[in-house]
């Protein structure tokens, strides 16, 4: 299997520096033991104009039979037969993506010791792979590709030039264009591509590929269109690791946009105060009618029950006042993002110790619910169903039992507003309902009246004269001591 490598250079930058970044001298062929062949590194030309080098891999078939390494995905064994003939040697695949991770190990890192300002620096760069397993086809290699600045150039190979009836293979030649693009980042879209094309690997897929994936990925998989496709390919479909990859994507994602997220919000808000005429988000209106309800009641202690990406708990954090956050979701992995979100891993001492996330389901009864001022359930109610309902209710009010408890819902009445909803949809997916002013009145008034509350209710959002507010809020106040056992044993 083979590759090259080209760029074009001037007098002032000479092209023969890709010598200095690859590690490997123009001058002189080399040769490199792997555990599957051996691979060649030569340069076919180099001067000051034009330098390539190429990368030729060859493959000791009947050592990779010997290593019990066929053809399967993620290492597992062929057929006999197909442990003998196979494209190993020919067509390029994650032997070649190893090999270019073993000797270019440095320029794929990104480190150039002889020209460390050349490592960094992007440079037009041509790659040419004569022949590229793609399932898939060119187009698959097109939306791999294109995203990442490359120009592509990809042509199918025919199962046979003399019989054109018998169509392409699965195999194209492939050649990469860019105009500014680091020889790092060239390297480590080509170690993650290739065999994501071939969609096998030569080897058992290991829980340290998550680690080798991102660290590969690094910059551009985190935004990758098609990065479900390149994720799950390259970790042989192992469900357990591409959750693991996704989860921590995400977790990049948001590191690399929260900080524009939020001035982005807080531009908004600023532009709001000169331009009322341009109404705050509903989701920023909705956290703040939420605040103002806590500061009313002079609650300290807060539990945001539901509290997903931690959105709420940041803008809690924000006022000294709420001395003890504790963020409640029932999915790890949003509690994950809070904490990327929140950069836990970075607060000062004091303001850490003002918070806590904790995995639980608001389906059952949890001591560790008890104790605080207040509880939130912000948009949470419409996505339990409405048989476990009364037990979310009991758990909180009956059993939790918060000083203040605010809850926010959709209002089914107002989704005639919304002009790209269409007619008997509701807004979320995942809600199992959502319910008129007049059905969620009477639900609050119930639970209210069952566990020794009164409640008030409140707009959020531009009040409809006819179809109400796009939010309703409920604030739930005690008015009674605590029950019994006997009342708690009833009620559950």
């Not at 605080?372 to 979310?392: F, G, K, N, Q």
Request: one cysteine or more.
């Amino acid at each position: 299997m083979f590759l090259t490598i080209t760029t074009t250079g001037t007098s002032a930058r000479p092209a023969t520096d890709l010598g200095f970044l690859l590690h490997k001298h123009p001058e002189k062929a080399q040769a490199f033991s792997t555990s599957f062949g051996t691979a060649h590194v030569v340069y076919p030309e180099a001067d000051e104009q034009r330098c390539t080098a190429a990368l030729l891999l060859e493959v000791d078939a009947v050592a990779m039979v010997r290593r019990g390494k066929g053809k399967g995905r993620g290492g597992a064994p062929d057929a006999a037969l197909a442990q003998y003939v196979n494209d190993r040697p020919y067509a390029a695949s994650s032997l070649l993506a190893v090999a270019l991770s073993n000797v270019f190990s440095s320029a794929l890192r990104g480190i150039g010791k002889a020209r460390p300002e050349r490592a960094a620096e992007p440079l037009p760069l041509r790659v040419e792979i004569p022949a590229l397993p793609a399932r898939g086809g060119p187009g698959l290699v097109r939306r791999l590709f294109e995203p990442l600045g490359w120009t592509v150039t990809v042509e199918a190979v025919p199962l046979d030039t003399e019989f054109p009836e018998w169509g392409d293979s699965r195999y194209v030649r492939l050649t990469l264009v860019a105009e500014s693009l680091t020889l790092s980042a060239a390297l480590r879209h080509l170690y993650v591509l290739l065999p994501v094309l071939d969609d096998a690997k030569h080897y058992w897929v290991a829980p340290d590929e998550v680690d080798k994936l991102l660290r590969a990925g690094e910059g551009w998989l985190s935004g990758h269109p098609e990065q479900k496709l390149i994720v799950g390919r390259y970790l042989s479909r192992r469900w357990s690791l591409t959750r693991e990859a996704m989860d921590r994507l995400e977790l990049i994602r948001l590191a690399e946009t929260d900080d524009s997220e939020v001035e982005e919000i807080d531009n908004a808000v600023a532009a709001e105060a000169e331009q009322e005429e341009r109404p705050a988000p509903l989701a920023v209106r909705r956290r703040e009618a939420i605040l103002t309800a806590l500061r009313e009641h002079a609650a300290a202690r807060v539990l945001d029950l539901g509290c997903g990406e931690g959105h709420l708990v940041r803008e809690l954090l924000k006022e000294p006042r709420f001395t003890e956050i504790a963020g409640v979701d029932v999915s790890v992995r949003a509690l994950n993002i809070a904490a990327r979100r929140l950069r836990l891993d970075r607060m000062g001492e004091r303001q850490a110790a003002r918070v806590t996330l904790f995995q639980g389901s608001l389906a059952y009864t949890d001591k560790r619910l008890k104790g605080y001022d207040a509880a939130v359930l912000s948009e949470v109610i419409e996505h339990v169903d409405l048989d476990r309902l009364s037990a979310l209710e009991y758990a909180v009010f009956g059993a939790a039992r918060p000083r203040t408890v605010v809850v926010t819902t959709p209002n089914a009445e107002y989704n005639v507003r919304w002009e790209t909803l269409p007619a008997d949809h509701v807004r979320h997916r995942d809600h199992r309902f959502e319910w008129t002013r007049a059905e969620f009145r009477a639900w609050a008034q119930r639970a209210a009246e069952r566990h020794g509350y009164g409640v008030e209710f409140r707009p959020v959002g531009p009040d409809d004269p006819e179809v109400g507010p796009p939010t309703q809020l409920a604030v739930f106040t005690t008015t009674t001591e605590t029950p019994s056992a006997a009342e708690e044993a009833k009620a559950a």
